[in-house]
């Protein structure tokens, strides 16, 4: 009887693209069953933190709290190579203005928080759902928010204003692409089983880019109101070279945003990634 993997990810274009060959049976799956499981990124950070699936997207800045439990996986990243999260506002604001008003958060574990608290660390911050804050920044609820997903290709529709690209800031900071989130792996998986998951993870990746056009169509599924081009853009974005194998520059910046964080006071401890091929 073959073995079930329950694989946790966010319901986005990106992820959908990523998994489809995996959720329409176009890869060998080595004998395992898998079995897909939709949340959004923040939702599966505490999950992750008390073990829930056996393979869950997480974000990188969670990775502290679930070291024990996991290790990390090289395919199947979302890196940001010069452009990442956005915080975007109603009216212009300077970085310094930052500090005077609030700024909607999609969740503390995100990746896109830590890189926003070292950009911005006298900023003031409230949680919202990170499908809530660019509607609550365009009506005036909020003063300023920090966009993922395909917000950061849409706020211009709502007429909103770019006070700071955050992977373009890092890259400039750092020289280095900025690592968002990735797979993880549940440590008590007996290595066999972990080398599959890798090698399977690493073939849906690799089918999706060999096979843009049909995996496009099933990522247009899970868009949320983007039209082709803009899920095309988006999609290149964050499922690219780096989504099939990390690599030395990425995995070098997972390493500094930990150390910078631990700096800054955000990580209230020393890390070192583990990552599992």
């Known amino acids: ?21 995996l959720a329409k049976g176009k890869v060998d799956t080595r004998g395992l069953t898998f079995k897909h499981v939709l949340d959004d990124i923040e939702t599966l950070n505490k999950k992750a933190i008390e073990g829930t699936y056996e393979v869950t997207a997480v ?6 709290k679930i070291r024990d ?26 970085r310094d203005e930052l500090d005077e008003v609030t700024v909607a958060v999609p969740g503390t574990l995100t990746t896109a928080f830590l890189v926003f608290r070292l950009f911005a660390p006298g900023a003031r911050w409230k949680v919202m759902p990170f499908d809530k804050i660019q509607d609550a920044v365009a009506a005036g609820h909020i003063d300023a928010g920090l966009l993922i997903h395909e917000g950061q290709l849409t706020y211009r529709e709502q ?23 990735g797979n ?8 066999d089983t972990a080398q599959k998951c890798c090698d399977v993870l690493r073939d849906t990746v690799q089918y999706a ?23 095309d853009k988006f999609v290149g974005m964050y499922v690219n070279s780096f989504t099939l194998e990390l690599g ?27 990552f599992i091929d």
Do not use: N
């Open 1 to 21: 009887m073959a073995r079930t993997i329950t694989l946790a990810h966010s319901p986005d274009s990106d992820d959908a693209f990523m998994f489809y060959a």
């Open 59 to 64: 974000s990188f800045h969670a990775y502290y």
């Open 69 to 94: 439990r996991y290790r990390l996986m090289t395919a199947g990243a979302s890196v940001g190579d010069g452009y990442g999260p956005m915080i975007v506002s109603k009216r212009a604001l300077s």
């Open 159 to 181: 007429k909103l204003h770019r006070v700071q690209d955050l992977g373009e800031w890092w890259k400039m900071e750092t020289g280095l692409p900025l690592p968002l989130g």
């Open 184 to 191: 993880a792996l549940r440590r008590d998986l007996d290595r």
């Open 209 to 231: 880019l060999d096979h843009r056009k049909e995996a496009l169509d099933y990522a247009l599924e899970y868009a949320r109101g983007m039209d082709r081009k803009k899920a």
């Open 248 to 274: 030395k520059r990425a995995e070098d910046a997972v390493a500094l945003l930990f150390k910078l964080g631990r700096q800054a006071g955000i990580i209230p401890v020393k890390v070192e990634p583990e």
